[in-house]
């Protein structure tokens, strides 16, 4: 099974800060991964797919990068909508990191 | 308006079953793959099942495999998970989610989830 796994799992930013997030798969995925944002009490939003290209309707300020077993998510400058959870996902068998909280500062 | 709606959940005791029911609306049921995502309260996100657009191909976490059984019925653009023998772990909320291969398989509606607690 392919294992992801997340870092940090928490970070503490302020609005308009860049913040990144990392994601590492156990083997080889090539750019089959994306990235959710969750808020409490919410289901998760698709963000990023195939590990760069941003989903319609998510603000320009959220990217992605990364192949083969390194990828990052980034934010270019927090908004105060932004802070919540984010998970990686491979989507080859559609297993997820243990997610990162982004709280503020 | 393309949705996803679960219903189905409630509290049961351990060794007990439970179906799940997920029906889809606003798009074509049968050209998409469908899963079944859970969390538990306070944690992460675990992929649970999926059922491919023509049934082909069904697949389980490791978990739940021999338990759980996912199935769709086409005609009624719904989707199913038949939960046997459910244990104290099995506690969570559970999401239908469907994937697009245009999208490199991520997920890109979700449900609003559906409570399964499994108490004695």
């Known amino acids: 099974d392919i294992r992801m796994t997340q870092s940090p799992s928490s970070v503490s930013a302020s609005v308009g800060d860049r913040v990144t997030i990392t994601c590492r798969a156990s083997q080889g995925i090539s750019n089959w991964l994306a990235w959710y944002q969750q808020k409490p009490g919410k289901a998760p939003k698709l963000l990023i797919y195939?590990?760069?290209s941003l989903q319609s309707g998510v603000p320009s300020r959220f990217s992605g990068s990364g192949s083969g077993t390194d990828f990052t998510l980034t934010i270019s400058s927090l908004q105060p909508e932004d802070f919540a959870t984010y998970y990686c996902q491979q989507a080859n068998s559609w297993t997820f990191g243990q997610g990162t909280k982004v709280e503020i500062k | 308006q393309v949705q996803l709606v679960e219903s189905g959940g409630g509290v049961v005791q351990p060794g007990r079953s439970l179906r799940l029911s997920c029906a889809a609306s606003?798009?074509?049921?049968?050209?998409?793959?469908i899963h079944w995502v859970r969390q538990a309260p306070g944690k992460g996100l675990e992929w649970v099942a999926v059922?491919?657009?023509?049934?082909?191909?069904?697949h389980y976490v490791d978990s739940v495999k021999g338990r759980f059984t996912i199935s769709r019925d086409i005609s009624k653009s719904t989707l199913y998970l038949q939960m046997n023998s459910l244990r104290a772990e099995d506690t969570a909320l559970y999401y239908c989610v469907r994937h697009v291969q245009d999208l490199r398989d991520a997920f890109d509606i979700w449900g609003q989830g559906t409570m399964v607690t499994v108490s004695s």
């Open positions: 606003g798009f074509s049921f049968s050209n998409y793959g």
């Open positions: 059922v491919w657009h023509d049934e082909t191909r069904k």
């Open positions: 195939a590990a760069s």
